[in-house]
């Protein structure tokens, strides 16, 4: 049998021996293609070149390209997992003719190829022609069904329509008609009782096409009439994984050596055999599955976030972790432990993964971890509202609840709705996109501008002087009124101002307008569709005046100085953590500086003091500021500016440099580092996964930090009697209240010890199972430790449950639950103790054998216990 190593292997040699070019396959996530997020077909590389777009350099092309299909059209997502076939990303393996060979040689070498290099059995193999379009005026493809008869019979000859065969990359452009091929992979006796012929394109999981050979041979008009095209093109594509279904003798995708050794580790991780029961073989596919698109899109660059692409991607791992966490029983991150399986399967052929590993792990994980808090928050609650709608004999979760859910745990609404599918139950979607569109009207309402129309003092356009002036003579042009938040101010347009309007991660200006006897206070300054515009609370009483226009110097400089720090901290991030470091983000105020950036982990205490001191070196270097207005964008680029995070560049741009620091920027800058004065960094940490945040003052406010940070000092060094040896004396403290906690545990311990036996000597039984109760008032890890202990001594049936007060005033609840009950009576110690747990005003969950509940009533504690033994029929 081949491994899908070999197969892969064996078609790129056998294109190659027919005139090929072997191209690697295009990144996965698509940059520069507004109408594509994602590449979904093999074509997709080569759109340009079959839209004349660009040359051909290669007219015979071959690969395997890595595909993705979660949105638009080509959705899967949801079939993932369920059945034998779908999947998310996919391999298409692709031979390409632009302008070369046409129909006779693509059908003859894809026979070739399937029937003598791979061996597929002739009498499995059906295809589907072109029927032809009386619309389009096209007679039926002849030309492919008579060379398709060389080799088939014509009842396996299909006729196909217009919808299946006849491919079109748009309303206009390239298309023409395509032939399907197909095969049978059931077994003997399933063939002999019903004919293949009758399945073909039926949906059906064994008689699946494999390989679609489309004819580029037309260009549709935007008239919709078709001519020929000059140059014929040949785009194929054959699905990888059910190719190798057929070739290894398997009757799914997921039975191939691509899945198996994934699934096979997903099984040993969690102990759960694969084919075990339906909703873990289920929940195991989805892992394998949504593991490789994962590892992919980060490894073309693609990270989980909130926004288009990353959306996708963060969405398709939650899929994933929730699948898991809910079949599976992960209630910690392990996903990322799966790549080692995954690169072992694809590394060879995706050498990208190798290099990657480090990158996609700790993504991977990160995003977990934060997707398991939501998942542990959101689910207490809703298995809440799922109980509370039992109550009340409703099955459907209120939609102003769904939101909550989504609103403040970010809790998905499919996530939502599948959950609630398991119980039976569904969601109010009317209701919940109703409270989001509420939630909407907040939002706007809040911040909402209630502006009077502009008046008009004069005709003009504001020139920006503040590069070069911080004061200026200047007339207001026009001004307006306008309300928000109950609070009122006016809009203010001057003829010239050296106000930095709110831009670019800096914040707006503020100073004053001086007609020679009143100062009028500017107390921000933003932009409005591309105009500067001051905020003011009072209006000059002459607005036909001459003004001074004066920015508040002394917030502009520090402002100034944080903003070029930026650049520098910029720098120095690259050369410690590497070229692969790109400023996320940023806000320069006065007061503090952030800076986000792509790193995929926390960045080190000691990387940080590098950072620091790489910074500081800098300032004291004195660097004069080199500035270039209106510099072409490509010569900038060429001058080594960085273009940054999808910032919109005009044709013309300003370019900063400071020494070896060179970037495109539109702000406010010092004329020499040696003004910044000294950089001190606050904090380092994460904005999202694989987005890091640092936080920074620099000058005066580099000094308030330091001053902070002795008065700290000094006050700790108070509290140990100002000891000369501080650290000593702090370690000695620590050390002592550690033995004193020691002793505590080990007093605890010999307590329970103690109560254990008592509870041994006793012997209650009821419905012949040993019911253990305890009420005393032990710390809730002692009263883990205890049901453990029991658990572990017993060969008999029992149930532990523990109501226990804690120090804070309130409650918790222990259920622990013998192995024969779980499985030979179906008893779920989460069920019962999120059942229960209403007694005591709390929440809670946990496994089928072992399950916790807090809450804020102790007095609801013995009515929890005398519930434990109603729902479980031991008392009645």
């Known amino acids: 049998m081949m491994t899908s190593k070999e197969i892969r292997a064996s078609y790129k040699a056998f294109f190659q021996s027919k005139g090929h070019q072997i191209v690697p396959s295009a990144p996965m996530v698509i940059k520069g293609d507004p109408t594509l997020m994602f590449t979904n077909a093999g074509m997709n590389q080569f759109k340009d070149i079959i839209l004349g777009h660009a040359d051909i350099k290669y007219p015979r092309v071959a690969d395997s390209q890595k595909c993705l299909r979660v949105s638009g059209k080509h959705n899967d997502l949801e079939e993932v997992g369920h059945d034998t076939y779908h999947h998310t990303m996919f391999e298409m393996l692709g031979n390409w003719s632009f302008g070369d060979y046409f129909k006779r040689e693509a059908i003859e070498w894809a026979w070739e190829y399937l029937t003598e290099v791979l061996g597929v059995d002739k009498n499995r193999l059906y295809v589907t022609v072109f029927e032809g379009s009386a619309e389009d005026n096209l007679e039926r493809d002849n030309e492919a069904a008579s060379i398709w008869a060389q080799f088939l019979p014509s009842e396996r000859i299909i006729n196909g329509n217009k919808k299946d065969n006849f491919w079109e990359m748009g309303d206009q452009g390239p298309c023409g008609p395509c032939s399907e091929i197909h095969i049978d992979i059931r077994s003997d006796e399933e063939r002999a009782t019903v004919d293949g012929l009758t399945l073909v394109n039926q949906s059906h999981p064994q008689v699946i096409e494999i390989w679609n050979l489309v004819f580029m041979q037309y260009n549709r008009k935007a008239d919709g009439s078709l001519d020929s095209l000059p140059n014929k093109v040949i785009d194929t594509g054959m699905g990888f994984e059910r190719l190798c279904m057929a070739i290894q003798g398997k009757t799914s995708n997921y039975d191939t050596d691509i899945f198996t050794p994934i699934i096979q580790t997903i099984a040993t991780l969690t102990g759960i055999e694969y084919g075990q029961t339906k909703e873990t073989d289920i929940a195991m596919r989805v892992i394998a599955d949504h593991i490789r698109t994962i590892a992919f899109a980060i490894t073309d660059g693609q990270l989980p976030s909130n926004a ?38 694809m590394g060879d052929a995706y050498p990208e993964l190798i290099s990657g590993r480090d990158l996609i792990q700790r993504v991977m994980k990160e995003e977990e971890e934060s997707f398991l808090r939501t998942l542990e928050t959101g689910i207490r609650l809703l298995d809440k509202k799922i109980e509370e709608a039992k109550e009340a004999n409703t099955k459907v979760l209120v939609g102003e609840d769904a939101f909550i859910l989504y609103d403040t745990y970010g809790f998905p609404l499919d996530l939502t709705a599948l959950i609630l599918q398991e119980h039976g139950m569904s969601v109010d979607e009317a209701g919940f996109e109703s409270s989001m569109q509420k939630q909407r009207e907040r939002a706007r309402n809040a911040a909402a501008i209630d502006a009077e129309d502009w008046h008009i003092v004069r005709e003009g356009e504001t020139q920006f002087v503040g590069y070069d002036f911080t004061e200026i003579d200047t007339e207001i042009l026009r001004y307006r009124k306008v309300s928000q938040k109950n609070k009122e101010y006016y809009q203010v347009v001057l003829s010239a101002t050296p106000f930095y309007a709110e831009m670019g991660g800096q914040v707006g200006d503020s100073g004053y307008l001086y007609d020679g006897t009143n100062k009028y206070e500017v107390f921000d300054t933003k932009r409005e569709n591309n105009l500067a515009v001051h905020l003011m609370k009072k209006l000059p009483e002459d607005v036909t005046a001459h003004f001074t226009a004066h920015i508040d110097l002394e917030r502009r400089r520090a402002a100034e100085a944080n903003h070029t720090a930026t650049h520098l901290l910029h720098e120095a991030l690259r050369e410690v953590l590497g070229q692969h470091v790109e400023q996320k983000g940023s806000f320069v105020s006065p007061e503090v500086l952030r800076f986000d950036f792509a790193h995929f982990s926390k960045v080190e205490p000691e990387q940080l003091r590098t950072v620091e001191r790489l910074v500081n070196a800098r300032i004291r270097a004195n660097m004069v500021r080199e500035e270039f207005r209106n510099v072409p964008i490509a010569e900038a680029q060429a001058m080594g500016a960085m273009a940054l995070f999808g910032e919109k560049y005009g044709e013309e741009v300003r370019v900063l440099k400071y020494g070896t620091s060179i970037e495109l920027c539109g702000g406010t800058h010092v004329s020499a580092t040696g003004v910044i004065g000294f950089f001190r960094i606050l904090s380092e940490s994460s904005v999202a996964a694989g987005v890091r945040r640092i936080e920074a003052v620099t000058g005066a406010g580099a000094e308030r930090v330091l001053y902070e940070v002795e008065d700290t000092l000094r006050s700790i060094r108070e509290l140990f009697n100002n000891s000369p040896q501080l650290i000593t004396a702090i370690k000695k403290t620590v050390e002592e209240n550690a033995e004193l906690g020691k002793q505590i545990q080990d007093l605890v311990k010999a307590q329970i010890a103690k109560y254990k036996a008592t509870l041994l000597e006793r012997r209650e039984e009821l419905s012949g199972v040993r019911v253990f ?83 804020k009533n102790p007095e609801g504690l013995g009515a929890a216990i005398e519930q434990v033994l109603l729902d479980t029929g031991l008392k009645s």
């Open 773 to 855: 109760i305890v009420r005393e008032d032990f710390p809730a890890d002692a009263i883990k430790d205890l049901a453990f202990q029991l658990a572990g001594e017993l060969q008999e049936s029992f149930l532990f449950v523990a109501g226990n007060r804690t120090p804070d005033g309130k409650c918790s609840l222990t259920l622990m639950l013998s192995k024969d009950l779980v499985e030979q009576r179906g008893w779920s110690a989460a069920n019962i103790i999120r059942s229960v747990a209403k007694h005591i005003q709390g929440g809670g969950g946990g496994q089928a054998h072992f399950a916790t509940a807090g809450g």
């Open 308 to 345: 288009k692409a990353g959306y996708v991607i963060r969405r398709i791992l939650r899929r994933a972790v929730r699948y898991g966490y809910t079949f599976l029983g992960r209630r910690e991150a392990f996903m990322y432990t799966l790549i080692p399986a995954l690169i072992e399967t």
